[in-house]
């Protein structure tokens, strides 16, 4: 019986280290080729494809169509699932991939209709770089098929992946548009809802736009809010006492996606030449958004004849998104103006002539494909205003006009970045490139820099109104005279000149009056992060890059100090228990978002449960009145509102949750301690702790606990957090670090969170990922070649 025993625990070993070997045979087989050569048909000429040490990629090829062909079949080897994921993202098809799991998620994009609109769009989004998007696709295709085994994402979800076309790599790009801009619109909707039920100044204080922290390039801060008085606003009047267990409506903590950029001219560097920045913080996985990528082709169209440029690629789209070229350096950052508006449309009776502005609409019956389950069909009413999203009780509909609906949103044009010679010739291809709104920086090598706002914005006209603040308030039902919006040109938006030899934005308000007009206000940040990059850049005379990633690494909490300070007077003055215990537990304090640092997460949290306090009073008289229909909106801007609060402390505007203010503070650092201490001592309780890295891919939540790990960078805490340069939090921040000057590239600087690679068992999968945690400088040109692959062409 034992030797019987100990034959068949044999005979499990040694099946399950087959399984394993199979297992290993299968991943292995989808790594891309590295080294050799392999057949391209439609090359006019050999292409090399270089890897250095990180697996940063150099294609050099002899026209700018086999580059391109290139591109698509380095994409494909080592990103095609994530490629696949952003063109069903945004059509609302990954219910095809993952099953009815992704349906809701699928009918949220679906509404939106983008791979009907893209296909009728397709050659106007093509335009005159056709030729290079279908040499970039058949590139992707021959990728895919090089492949021994299809990419290893596939073979655990037990599907095939489909051919890449010409429109998936519109609908790749459209994916950045639900990734930047909000396309459900719900904080200008929940403001919408709020404003009937709160009396005009109270309103007007919970919108105020800006705060003392403000920091555009032209016009000055807006200041914190002027407190309305008892006689105007008086919330122990407005709203019944809350119960003392009803929840407080909590507060969008998100951070905004968007990026730092800033840029000093010529003037202030030693050769004169000008140095851009830019980092571009958006939601983090296993592997990056970005793929790093060098491009040298001749190129007649180029300055020079010759295009050798460097930057950050995304897979599915034929062109370096921000680099350097030699002669230019450009870097984005997401513009948060007004792109989308509701409006409120009455039921049409049959005979619709008879009543007017009901806009009928038409039912378009969308069907979900569901992967080992039954398609879906789905319901979709086009209006003139565009797809209906809400139905009211009352038969009422609301429909929603955004920019990336309309014909004329995105087209290639960004591809032309790379034949720019100055700055004049970036903004004329700027001119013409139509993306997701954003703050375009360049600098050249004769030392000029810029911003302009790039991108199509839309051109309201009268009766139309660009943002639910106190300035300019609108509810649906006030668009009755507005006509459907085309899109307009962004030409007049820019700022350049000897006048600003140092630009910056970081996705708060950057212009001011007749500027501001034409972009509206679509919950840009709080200008704190933007201050302290401003500030940074005048404290000094004369830069190079690594100055400038100081200034991105940069994670001084200036706009916090006050919080602790307040923090520390408070359990001093009041001494109630709780907050006694946070300020002792906080005494740390080093006045940065370090990682060892319990007095920064004690502020900081304090901070937030101080606010939502506050916010939870200011909308209590709507919440009474909304009831379940009650939304919070992202107040972006309430800092400015909050600070002047706590500072004077008025009783009309304390919710009716306290009987003072001292209250309310104690009840915010009661919360928190409690949170804080399930955890262990306060002390202890570090602010590394919390910001611990969580970059995993997509599917590691689908493996077991034990082996989840494979499939995401190292758990490392993380410096850094929103409200300063350096933003980072768990799985958010910088998708990419940039310091270069163009024509000097070879002392640019440049960091990427995870690796190259989609595949685990390439070297390239984390490949660099330490020095962008820690801030260690990395060249921002491709090193010394360690492999090399020959693309030739197919002798047909």
């Known amino acids: 019986m034992k030797r019987w025993l100990l034959r068949g625990a044999l005979l499990l070993l040694l099946g399950a280290l087959l399984l394993f070997v199979a297992a290993w045979m299968l991943m292995a087989g989808s790594l ?69 799991v992704a349906i809701d998620v699928d009918k949220r994009h679906r509404v939106h209709r983008m791979r009907a609109r893209v296909q009728r769009q397709m050659a106007s989004i093509a335009g ?63 403001l919408w809802e709020l404003k009937p039920h709160l009396p005009a100044p109270l309103f007007d204080l919970l919108t105020h736009a800006g705060s003392r922290w403000d920091a555009p390039i032209v016009g000055a801060p807006l200041g914190d809010a002027s407190l309305p008085g008892p006689e105007q606003v008086d919330l122990r009047q407005l709203s019944a006492p809350a119960g003392a267990t009803a929840a407080i409506a909590p507060l969008n903590d998100a951070p905004v996606k968007g990026s730092n950029n800033f840029a000093v001219a010529g003037a202030l560097t030693d050769d004169g030449r000008a140095i851009v920045a830019d980092d571009m913080h958006l939601g983090l996985r296993a592997p990056n958004i970005w793929f790093r990528a060098r491009l040298r082709y001749p190129d007649r169209d180029a300055a020079g004849g010759q295009v050798d440029a460097t930057g950050f690629t995304l897979p599915g789209l034929p062109a370096l998104v921000v680099g350097s070229n030699g002669r230019i350096a450009w870097a984005f950052t997401n513009s948060y103006g007004d792109w989308l508006d509701w409006r409120r449309l009455p039921p049409c009776p049959a005979d619709a002539a008879a009543s007017a502005g009901c806009m009928p609409g038409t039912t378009v019956v969308e069907r979900i494909e569901v992967a080992g389950g039954d398609a879906v069909d789905f319901e979709v009413e086009e209006t003139p205003w565009g797809p209906v999203m809400h139905r009211e009780d009352d038969g009422d509909r609301l429909a929603l006009r955004w920019v990336a609906h309309l014909p004329g949103s995105l087209n290639l044009q960004l591809a032309g970045f790379l034949e720019a010679g100055s700055v004049d010739a970036a903004l004329r291809i700027a001119d013409r490139t139509a993306i997701p709104a954003q703050n375009l920086l360049v600098g050249d090598a004769d030392g000029r820099i810029a911003w302009r706002l790039l991108g199509p914005l839309p051109e309201r006209g009268d009766g139309c109104v660009a943002s639910p603040s106190a300035a300019a308030t609108s509810i649906p039902g006030e668009y009755a005279a507005c006509a459907p919006w085309p899109l307009g ?13 140092r630009l910056w934005t970081a996705n708060s308000r950057v212009v001011d009056d007749g500027m501001l007009t034409l972009i509206g206000d679509g919950g840009y940040a709080l200008g704190a992060r933007a201050g302290q990059i401003r500030d940074a850049l005048r404290e000094r005379q004369s830069f190079d890059e690594k100055a400038l990633l100081e200034v991105q690494l940069d994670d001084r909490a200036l706009f916090l100090q006050r919080w602790h300070d307040l923090l520390q007077r408070q359990a001093a003055g009041a001494g109630t228990p709780a907050l006694r215990e946070l300020a002792a537990a906080g005494q740390d304090w080093s006045g940065r978002a370090s990682i060892d640092s319990a007095g920064y997460r004690i502020a900081r949290g304090w901070r937030n449960k101080v606010l939502e306090r506050i916010a939870d009073g200011l909308v209590a008289p709507a919440r009474d009145r909304l009831d379940d229909g009650f939304r919070m909106p992202a107040l972006r801007q309430l800092e400015g509102v909050a600070w002047p609060l706590v500072q004077q402390q008025p009783m009309h505007l304390l919710s009716t949750r306290y009987e003072s203010w001292p209250a309310l503070f104690e009840d915010a650092a009661v919360e928190l301690r409690d949170e804080l201490a399930a955890g262990g001592p306060l002390a202890e309780r570090s602010w590394g702790e919390y910001n611990t890295a969580r970059i995993c891919h997509p599917l590691s939540r689908a493996l077991p606990e034990a082996i989840r790990p494979l499939l995401c960078m ?64 990395t060249p921002f040109l491709p090193g010394p070649a360690r492999h090399t692959l020959t693309l030739a062409p197919a002798n047909d």
Not at 42 to 59: C, F, Y
Not at 489 to 501: E, F, I, K, N, R
Not at 741 to 763: F, K, Y
Not at 766 to 771: M, R, S
């Open 489 to 501: 040109a962004s030409t007049a938006l820019s700022v350049s000149g000897a006048d600003h030899p």
């Open 32 to 100: 891309p080729g590295l080294d050799g050569e392999k057949t391209l048909r439609g090359l006019s000429a050999p292409v090399t494809i270089e890897r250095d040490e990180l697996g940063v990629a150099t294609i050099s090829a002899s026209n700018r169509l086999d580059a391109m062909r290139a591109l698509g079949h380095l994409h494909a080897q080592e990103r095609y699932f994530e490629m696949d994921l952003m063109r069903r993202t945004s059509a609302g098809e990954l219910a095809a991939l993952f099953g009815a």
């Open 714 to 777: 190292p758990a490392e805490p993380l410096a850094g957090d929103s409200n300063m340069p350096r933003v980072q939090g768990p799985d958010f921040g910088a998708s990419e670090r940039m310091v270069v000057a163009p024509g000097r590239e070879a002392d640019g600087i440049a960091h990427m969170p995870g690796g190259q690679s989609g595949h685990p068992l390439s070297p390239y999968w984390g490949a660099g990922h330490d020095d962008w945690v820690h801030g260690r400088p």
């Open 128 to 190: 005159d770089r056709r030729k290079l998007l279908e040499a970039y696709v058949e590139g992707v295709n021959a990728g895919l098929a090089d492949l021994k085994v299809r990419p290893w994402p596939y073979l655990l979800l037990r599907q095939t992946p489909e051919p890449w076309r010409a429109e998936d790599s519109a609908l790749a790009a459209y994916a950045m548009y639900f990734d930047l801009q909000d396309a459900s619109n719900a904080d200008e909707l929940a």
